[in-house]
T-cell receptor, first 115, second 112 residues
Framework: EAQVTQNPRYLITVTGKKLTVTCSQN?????MSWYRQDPGLGLRQIYY???????DKGDVPEGYKVSRKEKRNFPLILESPSPNQTSLYFC??????????????FGQGTRLTVV | RKEVEQDPGPFNVPEGATVAFNCTYS??????FFWYRQDCRKEPKLLMS???SGNEDGRFTAQLNRASQYISLLIRDSKLSDSATYLC?????????????FGTGTRLLVSP
């Protein structure tokens, strides 16, 4: 089954404790991205990756890091989480091979609470 | 001005009703447009792409009005299962083919 898998689904952590949210896709997609979703603000892109070892900042990258060592995996790293990073996070992937955007497939989301 | 703006709703309609949502976008050079559906706090899923000529998929019709810079989604014969948040999504120009900008969503509630 084609899917994007995020882990964990729920996480409560304390300020300053490094954490990683994993994302894996099995569709051989080139393009992957991370979004956060907050009430009244919609989904905002944090980071994206065009392919292995190619990553770039999205609209709200502060406080986050990513890596793309393998095509299927795109982990999101919070080196020193703060309460303002409490949010619902989505990973997404798309094939990204054509001139126009293709369907983005989303993971089930990670609800992060930083206390 | 936000890149993509939507009326947050909620739109409360009875089963069988026809309902329409509009979404405005700020960059007139935007090329690609989509509607995604999101059930409560779940992942967004593509509902349909929006083409210049308009397109229809069963009970759903999407249209693009470039002159006024808006896209619309029409749902006919609403079902209870249509209750969800509908996200307007735009691919702005000069941002890469896969960059998507999401509206904050319009919530639809269909009642018996």
């Amino acid at each position: 089954e084609a899917q994007v898998t995020q882990n964990p689904r729920y996480l409560i952590t304390v300020t300053g404790k490094k954490l990683t949210v994993t994302c894996s896709q099995n569709m051989n997609h080139e393009y992957m991205s991370w979004y956060r979703q907050d009430p009244g603000l919609g989904l905002r892109q944090i980071y994206y990756s065009m392919n292995v070892e190619v990553t770039d900042k999205g609209d709200v990258p502060e406080g986050y890091k990513v890596s793309r060592k393998e095509k299927r995996n795109f982990p999101l790293i919070l080196e020193s989480p703060s309460p303002n990073q409490t949010s619902l996070y989505f990973c997404a992937s798309s094939s990204g091979t054509g001139r126009y955007p293709t369907e983005a497939f989303f993971g089930q989301g990670t609800r992060l609470t930083v206390v | 001005r936000k890149e993509v703006e939507q009326d947050p709703g909620p739109f409360n309609v009875p089963e069988g009703a026809t309902v329409a949502f509009n979404c405005t976008y700020s960059n007139s050079a935007s090329q690609s447009f989509f509607w995604y559906r999101q059930d409560c706090r779940k992942e967004p899923k593509l509902l349909m792409s929006v083409y210049s000529s308009g397109n229809e998929d069963g009970r759903f019709t999407a249209q693009l009005n470039r002159a006024s810079q808006y896209i619309s989604l029409l749902i006919r014969d609403s079902k209870l299962s249509d209750s969800a948040t509908y996200l307007c999504v735009v691919n702005p120009p000069n941002t890469g083919f896969q960059k998507l900008v999401f509206g904050t969503g319009t919530r639809l509630l269909v009642s018996p």
